[in-house]
């Protein structure tokens, strides 16, 4: 395996990091659980499906970081983009608005199962349905099912945020 | 056939359905008005999903000391490489911007939403920091030939960057030398790079769209919530025509260039509904398209962008230049649904979607006859 994880990681390491930043709202953190997950290719002697693989490998790392301190984490992370959104000050509009949006965004994703949340954003980096039932261990049939539901409630969550924030603008003007 | 089950409609619009189901399902949802709603509504979920998706990667202040209750940032071997590669990525985007500003093609304002690496930016990583004109060079010729080259971090790097171009003309510079001087680097590195050229080869497509949409957006909001008095300074802005690029003589709306095509139409409009999402007011329609289905989304004309008013020949996008599709090389990518973006020359916002690599969308988007 290990001439072939240079290729691993200049394949998936970007979309691999952005899964998981976007699981964890924190780079540095997604960073470390994907070079974790190309070490420990680096131990396997062969892998199937690579893809399914390390997107298993490191969904389960932050799964079993996660139970340690989980709640306090996504706090964290929820705490951190509030107090971007709220630093964010009038003369740059544009980065306030961004701030709010990526906060809206990412209670949106929190407000999902953690298996639909994980099948989506899988999706979103462009593993196929088999792979995500692979990587998840779900029945290729339930993907379809498992998507629909998760991007329902992903739009649904983030736009009762949109309308509550315009409510509140309204509130305040 | 009974009616197709919202996971089945999903799966079809993602390309997941064998060909002998996806033909079914098609045959069906042309003859069943509620199934094809279902199917416009699952279109506009996968869209709208995949934006808001795209929220979440903008994580700013990375590293920043108990931004997250992380460890405090350490300078490693791969930090600084990282921000080598970021300085790179300025060095080579300022050269190019010069380049663009000599009529060179602007298919960068192709902005390619899902797949793992933007081409230019991992070249571009690649090469430590080459004097502007290499870089760009550089830039361009390794990105055809090894789209797939470069440190995967200084690859996600410089799509952070990509990114934080996004947040406008002050922020990215600010964020750049941030970053410099936690290295412990002298800002002065990055300063000669900051030129508009810099910012407006960043700010071509990406930065123009997502600012002008949160302007649609802001603007449909205080519609919907019936505030008259909340945003008259921005509506005033944006219905200004004068502050907008004058439209190309040869650019055509969808619907001409739909006729324009239509006789050797390799394609076929199936449905066209005007909706609004995310308070945006937006002409959906999808085709049929060499064996798959694609959404256009196309958003209401707008602007009234600081960004695009710089330079008359600047600010209308090139006629010359119908976007060439990137290298081949990546078409063998697995293909998933994806998204890419642009805005003709009224501003107007377009997304194509559908299951098919950015290539195939950016040929496809050819097809239509979108410049």
Known sequence: MTDDVERLFRTYNAPLVRYLTRRLGDRDWAEEVAQETFLRALRQDR???????????ATNLVRDEARKDSRRRRHLALLAEQERAEEAVEPEPTSLERAQDAAMARRAVEALAERDRLALLMREEGLSYDEIAVALDLSPGSVGTTLSRARRRLVQVYEEQQRASARGKHAAS | MRHLDEGTIHAWLDGALEAGEAARAEAHVESCSACAEAVAEARGLIAASSRILLALDN???????????????????????????????????????????RGAPRESAVEVASEPVAQLEVAAADSPAPPPATAALRGESDAVAAPISGRGTGAGRAQDRDLAATRGVDTTPTMMALEVAEAASPPSVVQPQRTDDTVRSAALSQALAYTGQQAAREEGKAAAADVANEVPRRRVATENPSRFAAPRPSSPGVGGVASAVAAAAPFRLMQEERLTEAGQQVVRRIYSVDGILVTLDEGPPMLALEQRRPRAENAVPSAKAPATPPPAAQDSAVTTTNTIRWRDARGAEFTLTGPASPERLARIRLLLGLE
């Not at chain 2, 300078?75 to 490489?81: A, C, G, L, Y």
């Open chain 2, 59 to 101: 994580v700013p202040n990375v590293g920043r000391a108990g931004s997250t209750g992380r460890a405090p940032f350490r300078t490693t071997w791969w930090v600084r490489e990282r921000i080598a590669a970021v300085v790179a990525v300025i060095v080579a985007g300022g050269a190019l911007a010069v380049l663009m500003g």
């Open chain 1, 47 to 57: 892998i199937d499906n690579e893809r399914a693989w390390l997107f298993a490998v």
